[in-house]
């Protein structure tokens, strides 16, 4: 967080115009990505996100293998191009941060015992940042996941939460993240409101926490809806073109 103070918060409104608990505008495309297994593109407001899947497929080098279920591999990049002052190319250790915690926020859904000695490849190339670019991913994950046929138990929705000006609100956008007072992203099975991914930057008080968490849950539901709907949208026109 940076230590410059700026009014983030006039007239009760975001600067955005968007209320305390509103999301960013959403777009949700499937199989965008003809030679992936699955694959999805999801805008988050000014985010833009790109998920692929490969597999399930002999795992390489064969030492790695589970001999009793398939091994996730998740790669999170963004693109040199996706902020504004260019990022230098290849992997960094926040990319490889959030390629295990996005990972770990999607292994409890995949049903991962029924193809042993396989790999489950997932790729996320961020194209453009706007803040929340890992829960961007994940949701595109989830929903490429499910386009690739993997078995899943349900999908994972993912959003953050944060506070600026003293209150907390939902899905921060580049300047309440850069500005505010805390950041935290959140993933979860909504059907079953299992939280698969919670992490804080910042510090929030025990109640803001309490009342953060129930906002993110009630986010990430609004989100499943969506990524559900975007799949049932997809396979109903492939259905009719049959």
Known sequence: MKEEKIELIKDGKRLSGRGFEELRPIKIDVGVLKRADGSCYFELGNNKALAAVYGPREMHPRHFQNAKM???????????????????PGPDRRSQEISMVSRKALDPVILRELYPKTAIE???????????????????????????????????????????????????????????????????????????????DGRLKKEEFERGLKIAMTGCRKIYELQRAALVEKYSKSGNEE
Do not use: C, H, W
């Open 70 to 88: 398939a091994v996730v591999k998740y790669r999170y990049n963004m693109a040199p191009f996706s902020v504004d002052d260019r990022k230098r």
């Open 122 to 200: 997932v790729y996320v190339e961020v194209l453009q940042s706007d803040a929340g670019t890992r829960t961007a991913g994940i949701n595109a994950a989830s929903v490429a996941l499910a386009d690739a046929g993997i078995p899943m138990k349900d999908l994972v929705s993912s959003v953050a939460i944060g506070k600026i000006d003293g209150e907390v609100v939902l899905d921060l956008d580049a300047k309440e993240d850069n500005f505010g007072e805390a950041d935290m992203p959140v993933a979860m099975i909504a059907r079953t409101n299992t939280i698969t991914l919670l992490q804080m």
